[in-house]
């Protein structure tokens, strides 16, 4: 048994009202250190997060760096506004350590890592321009291809 934050379903939700913290499994706010008898503990070694190992990992970035900052915030405040987009971030949570784990035993890691950073470049020039929809479909174009890919 974990805490949330160290927990496999754990996500933060920001909020103007609330920095609660949300639990996939139960779809249900938590406080942080809360402890779950569901817990899963993350992968070692990584985030379990393709984007984040790709920033992070790979190119040595900032966990903060501009790139994370803009996506993460693509994903709380307009991704989660969505129903569609509720369901992609719920999937990615899903499949992103998978993912990253069979990406991290691939002979062709650099491949995928580069892959992903690429779109990430697009992903952030799209926001810039508020160019959400767009995004979204890049974003959606990567994880279809990652997952034909990959798993």
Known sequence: ???????????KVDTLI????????????VKKGDTCANYT??????TGCFLTSACVD?????DDCEELTLLRSFRDHYMRSTENGNALVDEY??????????INASTEKDKYYSYIYSVIEKCVDLIKQGKNQETLSEYKKMVMTLKEQII
């Open 1 to 11: 048994m974990g805490t949330c934050e160290t927990c496999a379903y754990f996500f």
């Open 18 to 29: 609330f920095d609660k913290y949300g639990c996939k499994l139960y779809n249900r706010y």
């Open 41 to 46: 503990a993350r992968p070692s070694g990584g």
């Open 58 to 62: 790979y190119l040595g970035k900032a």
């Open 93 to 102: 949570y899903e499949i992103a350590p998978t993912l990253v784990d069979k």
